[in-house]
């Protein structure tokens, strides 16, 4: 836990302390009267209320429409499933910034419904509703389908045997086993759309603000650092309380179900009613998941000029991007690759050292480190970023000028991907192998290559892959700490869109189209490598 507990504090806990401290310490004295001040203010509670009615909306939305669609993938057996069940699952590793340019090419100005019936939505709550569901749709697929495919039906039909009606079977039987998983996916849902940033940023415009943006335009624009700090406070024990109910309902998961080989428990659809719903999914991933997509493709290559690669060629020039970069745009290609690189390799030593110091016997200390690994998915990643810049700017860590700076805080967001993902393969490795191997004279460390390694490559990879994903696509941090000569994916497209006119825009596009492949192309390889085994989620 060594190491794992000093990256933590180094990176995590201690800009944050800092910039909470720049905010609201004044000669050494803490000045607690400013949080009730900020929290007082009609404009703060106005952010307040937003932040928390829409995620509430959002989560709803949410499971209405993807619930139906995690029976789908769970019962039903259909061809093309695995490729769409990839394919679901490719906004949820984009990167929001990416997700709110894809609904922006969309609902915004100039998109193809403004085109078509001269009707925008950007700047509106509905654009921002949809793009949340856009982006947590797999997030209950995954979670609700992947143990609702686990489910034993023959307790179902036992039930309708006895009399049960099959709405009663169902909600007596199957509701009361998926309610954990339910809760759980609600949750994480409500956490992602309750730190909503990339999405309210490019989609809400000056209108609508969550706490999170409201963070990052109190310290960046207004360099108002006491109002962040409150906000940043709020932000943190809102997030806390959530991973605290989420620990509690991912226990209640583990409780003995009698489950079954999803390969068991898909069948071909039946009877009207389950091909009418199969239609229906398949409509709305359409819809919902892949028209954004490839609305996004399409206005990359749609130029003055008519169709072609126009935008992509521009790239390669900095002065067709107007002045916004150093570089020419392309470069942020690199820069991305080599970042989420640097961070993976971090992430996986990070997160590997914390996994398999959590499989030992857990203790109150061991359930604590395993929410705190937990709390960068949720803490405010500008205030990680601007934090960076205050406090790593003097010896022994004078790092503000280094390119080390943004695979750092791009592995924060990895290393909590990485554990759940590798923490219960690692606890299914029964103990005596490990034992065995010790009394036939194997080393702590070769035990480790020859017993563990082996069982848990493939969940490595996935841990690799995912880390790599996330870190490619990380904005709220990188936006303070990219410098101007080697700016990434996520922050060049953000920088084009905050520029007027269409060359900027359309090269805001290919930028996104060529992040939006690399991530799928990446998700797509997990999902080759992915085994049921794995038991995590994703």
Known sequence: MAGPVAFFAVFFAYPVVAIVGRGLEIDGVWQFGRIGEVLGRSDIQQVLWFTIWQALASTALTLLIALPGAYVFARLDFPGKRLLRAVVTVPFVLPTVVVGTAFLALLGRGGLLDELWGVRFDTTVWAILLAHVFFNYAVVVRTVGGLWAQLDPRQEEAARVLGAGRFAAWRRVTLPALAPAVASAALIVFLFTFSSFGVVLILGGPAFSTLEVEIYRQTAQLLDLPTAAVLTL??????????????????????????????????????????????????????????????????????????????????????????????????????????????????????????????????????????????????????????????????????????????????????????????????????????????????????????????????????????????????????????????????????????????????AMALSTILMVVCAAALLLLERIRTDKTSGEF
């Open 234 to 507: 709020l932000q943190f024990a809102a997030v806390g309380a959530i991973l605290a109910v989420h620990a509690r309902t991912v226990r209640r998961r583990e409780t003995a179900l009698k489950l079954v080989d999803p390969a068991q428990t898909a069948r071909r659809p039946r009877g009207a009613g389950q091909w009418a719903l199969l239609g229906a999914v398949l409509a709305t991933i359409l819809l919902l998941v892949l028209a954004p997509l490839g609305i996004l493709v399409e206005r990359s290559f749609d130029g003055p000029g008519g169709y072609g690669f126009g935008y992509y060629r521009a790239l390669a020039s900095s002065d067709a991007s107007g002045g916004a970069f150093l570089v020419p745009p392309i470069d942020a290609v690199w820069n991305s690759l080599s970042y989420a690189f640097v961070a993976t390799a971090i992430a996986l030593a990070v997160g590997g050292l914390a996994a398999a110091a959590l499989t030992r016997k857990a203790g109150r200390l061991v359930r604590g480190f395993d929410a705190l690994l937990m709390l960068p998915l949720g803490v405010s990643a500008v205030t990680v970023g601007f934090g960076f810049l205050i406090t790593l700017d003097k010896p022994p860590l004078d790092l503000r000028g280094s390119w080390i700076l943004v695979p750092l805080a791009q592995a924060l967001v990895g290393v909590p991907f990485v554990v759940r993902i590798m923490l219960p393969v690692l606890r299914a490795v029964d103990d005596r192998l490990r034992e065995a191997a010790a009394v036939l004279g194997a080393s702590p460390l070769r035990a480790w290559r020859e017993v563990d390694l082996p069982l848990v490559r493939r969940a490595l990879l996935i841990a690799a892959g995912f880390a790599f994903a996330v870190s490619l696509g990380e904005f709220g941090a990188t936006v303070f700490i990219a410098r101007p000569d080697n700016p990434t994916l996520p922050v060049a497209v953000a920088r084009l869109l905050g520029r007027p006119g269409e060359l900027n825009y359309g090269q």
